[in-house]
């Protein structure tokens, strides 16, 4: 068994210790209130007991609770009593120097928690290091000065999450739709460089990913793209391919007839398609931006973005060209090819695509055989989002999420119409629903008073992400806020009026919908007597962002946490707080948003069809998934799964499994298992359990994870069932 140091560290598990220190606190006292050798050896072992049922590594801080608590049950008082003054006056040290040993610890590469703090940020190299270190810096500014004392108390508690306190002292902004279409046809500034109208396709892709690079350096959160916006300058470079070939044959003295020249241009198109798309995903693959990662970056393929012909047409091709390279992957060190992280892509499901006799279900048969063995696309119903998504015209409308499922809210503007592209997230507040529930003890009527308490101190929390961005020059960040890929603001001037009137979004987050129905009802939301409980947290949570917003102008909105570390921060700190309640805190991980439970069986369908209800009820983002098994040879069924979310829900994935061993070649699932209370990767062909021996790639929140995981999230993984 390990145990994670607080300055993160791990290191094996060593009970002798628990006996020394519980023996000092003994010796420490009159030998009338000692306890006998006896007693302290029970104690000791019922720790050990006690961290052993954890099934995860436990905290120093954990261990010296569950010593506390049975020192106490032991009628030790005295003894109990200098324990836990003597840790008080260790805490009050080390509270001066917290920050110095974690950076210390991230240098050495020993911060357990760091290194699976991101499963897309590799803790080894500088550049992530740097990034980290500053984020301890930004964290201690933030605890200390920039947050009230009551939100950095429930944070570190666990009844809400205030995210990326790591950046909060920044003036940042969390994710974001960027308007490349404005970017690209009227040019933009990178790094004081005007970039001017590309005069090719693969000019323009290789300028995208500048842009790319560039906005994941000043914000923190996903970002996403539409292929729509390059899909013009496949025109513009036909035109020039077409000059090219005729003044070539001019000079050769060569006649050709106009159908050769046609044939002979799309030849080439087809090629620079072929260049401009693969600039795309090597640059994204490859990239590493200040803050240590590749960019967090969405691609959105929807062929109903564009009327005209000509420019659909060419947007097909692209499209085709990116699946065709997807489904191909990427090579490793080893030259294997393998399933990148990066970039996200999201494909609509439409009119135009969805049926056998559609124009364009060749694109769909092979999106499904490109998910089938790399996890991507994921999926929007157009017809799902213009039915749900309805502007104040009237007017339904599909969009892409920003990054992996944050959604905005429908915006139409000054002229009348809808408006995504060029806006963004403020910030993130998320609610532990679960200890929302057990701080009530079941009693329905505390549970709705906590609950107002609890929404109360999010609102608090939100409104300091909100006043942090208020005030912000648009100096701070060029490229966002003059140069078009959200506004063309002057320098110096706020960014003010972007936060207001519903231009941009705030979230509150909420997780463990499933637990805290579990401990409310007796039941799994999915049963018919508990669903309506859980219906109406979802309102009660939605009712709170349309006071908010009537209150101030602002767009709060509803969205359902991706929880990657916190699902396990989240889960520590219940189960420290209430103990191990089975089926509710008896897990390393509580349940993402309002996904049905990792272990409950439960079909693809069935899974997809109850979890519609909710996602309509998280306007501010969210994303369903439906676990499955190897699919590239049942590509029909997966069809019929794609089939499904375009008739039911907005958004939705399927997680297939990907994974390689560079020891022996194996090309399948990498397995999870158990060893000395740790969980581990091992390869189920050679036994390899070297992580840098192999590639991993797991869905976790909505983007794909190559880098691990913590233990919390390891346990979610390795529990979850097929649904198909």
Same mark, same amino acid.
């Given at each position: ?50 961290? !052993?049922?954890?099934? =995860? ?26 324990? #836990? ?7 009050? #040290? ?34 992530? &290091? ?22 950095? !108390? ?85 035109? *020039? ?13 060569? $006649? ?55 420019? *659909? ?40 695509? #969805? ?22 696309? !994921? ?85 300091? =992400? ?15 806020? &003059? ?106 991980? #509580? ?35 439906? $676990? ?89 993984? *390795? $529990? ?5």
């Amino acid at each position: 068994m390990k145990i994670i140091k607080r300055n993160g560290a791990e290191e094996n598990f060593n009970e002798e210790k628990i006996l020394i220190a519980i023996t000092k606190a003994n010796e420490s006292v009159q030998e009338e209130d000692r306890m006998t050798d006896l007693q302290i050896k029970r104690i000791t072992e019922s720790v050990v007991i006690a961290c !052993d049922s954890f099934g =995860r590594a436990p905290s120093v801080e954990e261990i010296q609770d569950l010593v506390e608590k049975k020192i106490m049950a032991h009628g030790a008082f005295e003894v109990a009593k200098n324990y #836990i003054t003597y840790r008080y006056k260790r805490s009050l #040290i080390r509270k001066s120097n917290t920050t110095d040993n974690k950076i210390l610890s991230l240098i050495e590469c020993n911060n357990e928690e760091a290194k699976q703090e991101n499963s897309n940020k590799n803790p080894v190299v500088n550049s992530t &290091q740097r990034d980290y270190m500053a984020g301890e810096v930004s964290k201690d500014i933030t605890n200390r000065i920039l947050l009230p004392q009551e939100i950095v !108390d429930a944070h570190n508690e666990g009844i809400l999450h205030f995210h990326d306190s790591d950046y909060f002292a920044q003036h940042m902004h969390n994710c974001d739709l960027v308007n490349l279409e404005d970017m690209l046809q009227n040019g933009t500034v990178i790094t004081g460089t005007l970039i001017e109208r590309p005069h090719s396709f693969s000019t323009a892709c290789n300028i995208a990913t500048q842009i790319i690079a560039q906005v994941a350096s000043n914000q923190y959160g996903g970002q996403s793209i539409s292929l729509t916006h390059l899909a013009p300058f496949v025109q513009v470079s036909r035109e *020039k391919i077409r000059r090219s070939i005729k003044a070539e044959m001019e000079t050769l003295g060569t $006649e050709i007839t106009e159908e050769q020249l046609a044939e002979m241009t799309e030849n080439r198109v087809r090629d620079e398609i072929r260049r401009g798309v693969q600039t795309i995903q090597y640059q994204v693959v490859t990239l590493l931006t200040t803050n240590g990662q590749a960019p967090f970056v969405t691609v959105f393929m929807y062929l109903g973005e564009t009327d005209d012909p000509q420019t *659909k047409h060419d947007l097909a091709m692209i499209i085709e060209e990116v699946l065709r390279q997807r489904h191909q992957g990427v090579k490793n060190e080893k030259g294997i090819w393998v399933t990148p992280a990066f970039p996200k892509l999201i494909y609509v499901l439409e009119e135009d695509n #969805i049926h056998e006799d559609s124009k364009y279900w060749y694109l769909t048969e092979l999106a499904a055989k490109c998910t089938a063995k790399r996890m991507v696309p !994921d999926y929007i119903s157009e017809k799902k989002m213009k039915e749900l998504k309805v502007d104040k015209n009237g007017n339904g409308n599909c969009y892409t999420c920003m990054g992996c499922r944050s959604f905005l809210t429908t915006y139409v503007d000054e002229n009348g119409n809808p408006k995504y592209y060029g806006r963004f997230n403020q910030g993130v507040v998320t609610i532990n629903l679960v200890d929302v529930a057990l701080s009530s003890g079941g009693d329905k009527e505390k549970f709705w008073k906590i609950f107002d308490e609890r929404l109360e101190l999010c609102y608090k929390a939100l409104l300091c =992400r909100h006043e942090r961005l208020k005030g912000t020059l648009s100096d701070a960040a060029p490229i966002l806020w &003059q140069y078009g890929a959200l506004a063309r603001l002057k320098k110096g001037e706020p960014i003010d009026k972007l936060l207001f009137g519903g231009y941009s979004t705030i979230s509150l987050g909420y997780a463990g919908l499933y637990e805290c129905v579990k401990y409310m009802t007796g039941k799994s939301h999915t049963d018919p007597s508990a669903t309506p409980f859980a219906l109406d947290v979802m309102e009660k949570m939605n009712e709170s962002c349309r006071k908010w917003k009537a209150k101030h102008n602002i767009d709060f909105s509803l969205y359902g946490t991706p929880l990657e570390s916190t699902t396990y921060k989240f889960a520590k700190c219940l189960q420290k707080r209430f103990g191990v309640i089975p089926g509710v805190t008896d897990k390393g991980y #509580i349940t993402n948003s309002y996904h049905v439970h990792v272990t409950e069986e439960i079909d693809a369908f069935e899974k997809l069809r109850f979890e519609a209800q909710f996602q309509h009820l998280s306007p501010g983002g969210a994303i369903s998934y439906v $676990e499955v098994p190897n699919m590239q040879d049942n590509i029909t069924a997966v069809l019929q799964v794609m089939k499904f979310i375009y008739e039911n829900i907005i958004y939705a994935e399927l997680n297939t499994k990907s994974d390689y061993c560079q020891e022996c070649g194996f090309d399948g699932e990498i397995q999870v298992v158990e060893e000395d209370g740790k969980l581990e990767w091992v390869c189920p062909n050679c036994g390899n359990r070297d992580q840098d021996k192999m590639n991993v790639a797991r869905r976790t929140c909505g983007y794909i994870g190559t880098q691990y995981w913590n233990q919390g999230r390891t346990q979610e993984i *390795k $529990e979850r069932v097929l649904h198909l």
